[in-house]
């Protein structure tokens, strides 16, 4: 049985990123995988998988008892924000080293549902492009991440496809009335630059206030613990802010997975999202939906399922008109995330015929090469 090792942000409670360990374990049956992980523990206990640290030394461990290295989506071309704590280019450097230290074992190496945020220097462009060029298998998640590994130097085309989480879903069922709830899901990440927590709750609350007809306000963070401001804290913020609109305010638990956040989604008038999989669940629920696009990831997804999105630093009238926008233009059509899901297939068909050392090669047209005329 080939053995893989999985890494990626997982054991960090986060739905999102543990839709996309869920979308990979099961991509990767009949294969033995070990997940790097935050939290071993959780990971095993939630997962049913062998889990290890996400350390260097874990890791690379691991990675000698491993006959190929895949990296399980997520954006891995980045540089970390200062609120992490991190140095910036550490998670570029980290992915690179261990890449590398596969190809010397003579491993294969998959990034599989990749996103790629700008590069704000040279040398984490240098050292993006170096890490592209370390897969055996590199398959994007959208257009935008092209367009900036390209300018990094990675090898072009770009196979694009979409996020694997897609797998995990169905398409929206035939419309049915909707409601008149808002659902806002809540990310600190939105929270950049000089604008602070306190600075984004009143953004959101005018935004609340500028939307004509809305019933229930439904607050939902998505990721808890995080050092400083988490998404609870930032809901009880917004939630602060509107207490005259009494009961009709409510923050909610974190949604425990992704197929329960579209199921709350099927009955809201509309979603705001701050975070990518809060996006994914939203279209497939078939939601009006905003993005608040803080990260390019959320405006390429906005953009694929024809829905509105903002930039990080809109103002609150900007949120309500692009809301009152989406709501008289519908929800995400079916034929949009039938798009994504076949997509998110042929990715994972793929990462499969790689793994396979091509015995499993039926089916795995279908993604797009980017960017565009790059062949002529």
């Known amino acids: ?63 000698l008892d491993a006959d190929a290295l895949v990296y399980g989506g997520g954006t891995i071309f980045k540089a970390l924000d200062a609120a992490t704590g991190r140095p910036p280019r550490a998670l570029l450097r980290n992915a690179l080293l261990l890449a ?5 074992l003579g491993r294969p190496v ?52 979409a996020d ?26 939105a929270v950049g630059g000089a604008r602070c927590a306190a600075d984004l709750a009143d953004v959101l609350a005018v935004a609340v206030r500028s939307v004509p007809d809305l019933g229930k306000i439904r607050l939902q963070p998505w990721q808890t613990g995080q050092r400083g401001c988490d998404d609870f804290d ?4 917004v939630a602060a802010r509107l207490t005259d609109l009494g009961s009709r305010v409510v923050v909610e638990v974190p949604p425990p997975s992704v197929r329960v956040a579209r199921d709350g989604m099927r009955s809201a008038g509309m979603v705001l999202s701050m975070r990518m999989h809060g996006l994914v669940a939203a279209g497939a629920a078939g939601s009006p939906v905003v993005a608040l696009a803080h990260e390019p990831k959320l405006g390429a997804l906005a953009r694929r399922l024809g829905q509105e999105a903002v930039p990080g630093d809109a103002t609150g009238e900007q949120i309500a008109a692009a ?48 960017p565009a005329g790059v062949l002529r």
């Open 323 to 370: 809301a009152q926008r989406a709501r008289a233009g519908g929800g995400v059509s079916p034929g949009a995330v039938r798009a994504e899901i076949a997509a998110a297939a042929a990715t994972m068909r793929l990462l499969r015929m790689l793994l396979t050392g091509g015995e499993e090669s039926a089916g795995v047209d279908g993604l797009s090469l980017q």
């Open 100 to 104: 590398r230290a596969a190809r010397a």
């Open 164 to 189: 694997p989480v897609w797998t995990l879903l169905d398409e929206p069922p035939q419309p049915t009335a909707r409601g008149d709830d808002l659902l806002v899901a809540l990310s600190t990440y």
């Open 1 to 63: 049985m080939t053995r893989i090792l999985l890494v990626g942000a997982f054991g960090q409670r986060n739905p999102g990123d543990e839709a996309l360990l869920e979308a990979f374990l099961l991509a990767l049956h009949g294969f033995e995988v070990t997940v790097a992980s935050s939290d071993p523990v959780l990971t095993s206990s939630q997962h049913g998988v062998r889990a290890v640290r996400s350390t260097a030394a874990a890791t690379g461990r691991a990675l």
């Open 110 to 161: 998959a990034m599989v549902g990749a996103g790629a945020a700008p590069l704000p220097d040279r040398a984490s462009m240098v050292l993006a492009g170096q890490l592209a060029r370390a897969a055996d298998l590199l398959v994007l998640r959208d257009d935008e991440s092209a367009t900036i590994l390209a300018a990094a130097g990675a090898p072009v085309p770009l196979r694009v496809g």
């Open 234 to 237: 930032l809901a009880r913020l």
